[in-house]
């Protein structure tokens, strides 16, 4: 398993925790500040699931019209680590 490490950028989250498996399935997502309960829910929504298809799922969800969301940073992070 890997652990993975993203700084997201226009957000109220400071960082992104998450581990990916052989399978690239996604394990232990953790946001450092943000919306805590809406972001842990997220971690529980995307345990074990692939990471491309969630990739897939928030990328370009906005948050407050600022073009980005914590979703949406968490999936460039996995684009960014796991492609």
Not at 33 to 56: M, P, R
Not at 61 to 74: E, I, L, P
């Amino acid at each position: 398993m890997e652990h993975y490490t993203y700084t997201p950028t226009g957000v109220c989250s400071m960082k992104i925790d998450f581990d990916v498996d052989d399978e690239k399935k996604l394990h232990n997502l953790q946001f450092l500040g943000g919306c805590n309960g809406n972001l842990k829910a997220i971690g529980k929504l995307v345990e074990g699931k692939d990471a491309k298809e969630i990739a897939d799922i928030l990328r370009g969800n906005d948050c407050k019209m600022r073009g980005t969301s914590c979703a949406d940073q968490f999936a460039k992070a996995i684009d960014q680590f796991v492609q």
